[in-house]
């Protein structure tokens, strides 16, 4: 079965940069048409997407966000990479990775997700 | 970006209720939406994509309809377990977008 496994820290500091990893299971990120996105959710707010990488290494990125986040995939290892810069404290979220796949003319929409990991921002 | 609209924020119901929550998009997106059951401290949980496909193992009380920029989630007897927060999310174009969520809460 897919699982997903959000890591990383629990506390920055504002200005530092926050480096995630979601390691899953049961799927392969070098089979055509699977992507894995990064959502995260601040307490008590709605969820916001803020990332994608593709089977193929397409990435797409959320407009607001695109010049503070990096993602990269390690297909041998079942993990991809979130990083964001210059964290600050409305940075304070759940951060969850989650799978996509293509499902006949179907793809965008997150089947399976991790159980998310808080990071709060402060000094 | 497509602004995902949902309402109403809060709806307050009984077991056995049909509920139906709505979500407009600022623009089309064809069929291609989503809808989510959260839980406090949960991660979200996928109910209906493609607008009215249900997902594997959701209940049949659940329901989706729609096309074009109007969508709307039915719950056709409220359970106790189906007390929770729904979202929408377009995967019509990047950035996928999601609603603000509907809290639904009992009566």
């Known amino acids: 079965q897919i699982t997903l496994k959000e890591s990383g820290p629990t506390l920055v500091k504002p200005t530092q940069t926050l480096t995630l990893t979601c390691t899953f299971s049961?799927?392969?990120?070098?089979?055509?048409?699977?992507?894995v996105s990064w959502i995260r959710q601040p307490p008590g707010k709605a969820l916001e997407w803020l990332a994608l990488?593709?089977?193929?290494?397409?990435?797409r990125y959320s407009p607001s966000l695109k010049s503070r986040l990096t993602v990269t995939k390690d297909t041998s290892k079942n993990q991809v990479v979130l990083t964001m810069t210059n964290m600050d404290p409305v940075d304070t979220a759940t951060y969850y990775c989650a799978h996509q796949e293509e499902y006949g003319d179907s793809s965008g929409f997150f089947d399976y997700w991790g159980l998310g990991t808080l990071v709060t921002v402060s000094s | 970006d497509i602004q995902m609209t949902q309402s109403p924020s809060t709806l307050s119901a009984s077991v056995g209720d049909r509920v139906t929550i709505t979500c407009r998009a600022s623009q089309t997106i064809s069929s291609w939406l989503a809808w989510y059951q959260q839980k406090p401290g949960k991660a979200p949980k996928l109910l209906i994509y493609k607008a009215s496909s249900l997902e594997s193992g959701v209940p049949s009380r659940f329901s989706g309809s729609g096309s074009g920029t109007e969508f709307t989630l039915t719950i056709s007897s409220l359970q106790p377990d189906d007390f929770a927060t729904y979202y929408c999310q377009q995967y019509g174009s990047y950035p996928y977008t999601f609603g603000q969520g509907t809290k639904l809460e009992i009566k």
């Open positions: 049961g799927f392969s990120l070098s089979t055509s048409g699977v992507g």
């Open positions: 990488i593709y089977w193929d290494d397409d990435k």
